[in-house]
């Protein structure tokens, strides 16, 4: 070491040093700089109370009320005068197994959407990192070209392309007769609500591993290269842990959404692809129960929360490595 | 047969030759320096050395292999990169793990060749750091050790003190120095810093334009400058041109353009009439107030134009009465005054033909 040993120690202590100059400097225009900020974030933070937070509770205590006698609540205050919550919607729900079920299908639609998702987004994303600057916008804007129309009409379009009398399923069909197998439905599948997820999906996965391999730093592969490892170890021992990040944005972005999702098995699934989306859709304007609609929904929102905390958990307990 | 040997070697990007033709020997356990300012072709041919480009022309032989077909990753070569290039995601010792792991070492000798080489650069006990905890010369450090730990053939060194501020430099500087000693293996070290590649080099290649200037001995290369862009690459030198009057064996007489007739002594028999450049460092050169008397020196009337206090010497820069800026070092130790002459002085300013070294254009 030598005498280079000490050298990051005086750099730090005068790291130290500054900050508290700054803030002792900054400590006279402090109310003034508050006052600022809070006139700055008060309207988005009304937003977020009054149409976020407020619903959210509001649907907590639906969950413990009644379900009304024509669809809706009963009133909360029964004819006895007694304040009428209750668990019942929560008891039905542990004790029914089907929407158990329901949410076990959904996690599982959701997750094999991620993956295909993260398969056919990385090479593409490396691809756009890898191009040139002139080429690189131009691809950027394919990706999130099909935001530009509807995506109910997106989701119309996969009709068409998976109906019975299109191109695909004749060619997908005519090749089974071939082997002598019985044709197959495309549309109202689950194999058609699975490819229009992945559909709608993956620009969620190309973007933030875009924007993740695009800093890359080619010196660490040269590095790598360098130092023994060919193409395969170059890739599985620095590109992607150091891409990790970006998989776990796009798996959230991606996941999600996706267990969420009602419209996509409502025009394209059949009556097998029921899923947590559609029950919970089910339950406020068909069955009209929405104290069971409500504990649908929360479990819904608790299991998102969850999945998004342990990503964010596992991102940055690889970010701080890295730092 | 020498370790390295570079025959011919040409290098074009479009219009642009990054290394013309150039030949080179690096012995087993040599020092050796490519030297030049940024654009000359070092980097290239050091990219080349390592795999990482290949050249139009000419062969790279290691061990008296040639190299065209090997990629990067076969070749028994390693690279210590200016930025480290420390992988940000693997702690100290997973870096120097990573060779190793690729070279297949069974995890049994792992610990203890890590162990060795983190002993080498004077990191032990830094195993479990992760790269954004280290300052920059322990980073410099770790990717030293980890190119070293697979006992490669050679190492590439490219700018590796760049990044580091003065001081560590000159720490640095000596580690390696030792290092390179101690471990025995073939250095190839590339920077435009000349004090740099004084310092370090058995011996150094000065390149410009992708061609090599002058491939000689540190001493040499100071001393000696074979061309004019050596003499002002290297350190600092008051260049002066001049057609040759007349040369009689080891003395020549150039009349150097804005300052008149210099004597100059001269290895080469240099014919009158062709032009030459006499290098003459500015430490070689005396300053007086008053012309020393009797002498067969070349002297001239000046003024002081500007001086420069730099501690242990001042530099002054005297302007002749023909218009010319030499330049001219002093030790400030020499005089138990801190300055011997002010902005605007009269000096006579003087030198032996011996102190010059003189370039045939």
Known sequence: MGSSAPHPEPLAARGEREPSTREAGEGRRKPRASLGKWLVGAPPLLYLLVFFAAPTLIMVLASFRSPGEF?????????????????????????????????????????????????LAYPLATLIAKSSRKYRDLLLLLVILPFWSNFLIRIYAWMIILGPNAALAKLVNGTLALFGAAPVPLLFSGFAVLVCLVYVSLPFMVLPLYANLEKHDQALLDAAQDLGANAWQRFWRVTFPLSLPGVYAGAALVFIPALGIFAIPDILGGPEDTLIGNLIKQQFLETRDWPFGSVLSIVLTVAALMLAGIAAWVGRRGAGRRA | MALLDIQGVTRRFGDFTAVDNVSLAVEAGEFFTLLGPSGCGKTTLLRMIAGFDLPDAGRILLNGEDLADSPPELRPVRTVFQSYALFPHMSVEGNVAFPLQMARVPSGERKARIEAALEDVRLQGFNRRYPHELSGGQKQRVAIARALVTHPTMLLLDEPLAALDAKLREDLSIELINLQKEVGIAFVYVTHDQTEALALSHRIAVMNRGRIEQLDEPSKIYGFPRTRFVADFIGHCNLFSGPIREANGSLALVDVDGLGPVRVATATSAAGGARGTIALRPEKIRIAAEAPSGTPDNHFHGAVRDLLYMGDVTVYRVAIEGGTIVEALLANSQSGRAKFFEVGDAVDVSWPVGAGHFIVE
């Open chain 1, 71 to 119: 669809g809706g609540l009963a009133p909360i205050v029964d004819e006895t005068g007694k304040l009428d919550l209750n668990v019942d919607s929560y008891v039905r729900f542990v004790t029914e197994p089907v929407f158990a079920r329901v949410f076990v299908k959904s996690a599982w639609y959701a997750t094999l959407t991620t993956l295909f998702c993260l398969l």
